[in-house]
């Protein structure tokens, strides 16, 4: 069982080109998150699913889009980076019911925008 | 909004010490998250903490939660190096997780 996964591992990017981030899950987790990490500001939430069909904004969402297809699939994509989107960007997978919700991180991208 | 500030947020420590990272958060939940990440890695799950006066132990880290006063408290006893780490403090929101800016602690001998 792989968990979460992600791809690419790493990119350095151009700035206004098109970039999607993809993420697998196989744990059939209904949720699924995606996060971005600053050093000094934690993990931001971009945007979530809390299940197939449905997406929701998170606090950071600007200039990314998601689409949930199906559970176990979350790509992320920004329409034209910028540099303020150099990241290490989280996917992420839960239960997303009542009780013990705990999420599972993918191993993350890191993303550069030049 | 959901407010999550953890102190200190840089700790070091001597290896044998003993300490406590704290997590205050602004709004009412009865769920509260640790995870811990080391350089470079994903986050890795340590605790959850599911109503008022929860304690959780593992090895040498303990984790407890007063919802009453909206505080989490990560103990650590006789530190040691492997005990390294950056470890974060997350609240649920209803829909997705709320996170603390981290502490990064070294353990020194």
């Known amino acids: 069982i792989a968990g979460i996964t992600q791809a690419p591992t790493s990119q350095i990017l151009a700035a206004g080109r098109r970039m999607t981030l993809r993420c697998t899950q196989d744990?059939?987790?209904?949720?699924m998150y995606w996060y971005r990490q600053d050093l000094g500001l934690g993990l931001r939430l971009i945007h979530y699913?809390?299940?197939?069909?449905?997406?929701g904004k998170g606090e950071v969402p600007d200039g990314y889009s998601v689409s949930r297809a199906n559970t176990d699939d979350f790509p992320l994509t920004l329409a034209s980076a910028v540099p303020s989107q150099t990241s290490v960007y989280f996917c992420?997978?839960?239960?997303?019911?009542?009780?013990?919700?705990?999420?599972?991180f993918g191993p993350g991208t890191r993303l550069t925008v030049l | 909004e959901l407010k999550v500030e953890q102190n200190p947020l840089f700790l070091s420590m001597q290896e044998g010490k003993n300490y406590t990272i704290y997590c205050n958060y602004s709004t009412t939940s009865d769920r509260l998250y640790w995870y811990r990440q080391d350089p470079g890695k994903s986050l890795e799950s340590l605790f959850v903490?599911?109503?008022?006066?929860a304690v959780k132990q593992e090895g040498r880290l303990m984790a407890s939660l007063d919802t009453k006063a909206r505080l989490s408290t990560l103990h650590i006893t006789a530190a040691v190096h492997d005990l390294s780490a950056t470890y974060f403090c997350?609240?649920?929101?209803?829909?997705?997780?709320?996170f603390g800016k981290g502490t990064s602690l070294l353990v020194t001998p």
């Open positions: 744990m059939r987790h209904n949720a």
């Open positions: 997350a609240v649920d929101t209803g829909y997705a997780l709320n």
């Open positions: 903490l599911l109503s008022n006066g």
């Open positions: 699913s809390n299940t197939a069909g449905t997406t």
């Open positions: 992420a997978s839960g239960t997303g019911g009542v009780g013990t919700d705990t999420q599972y």
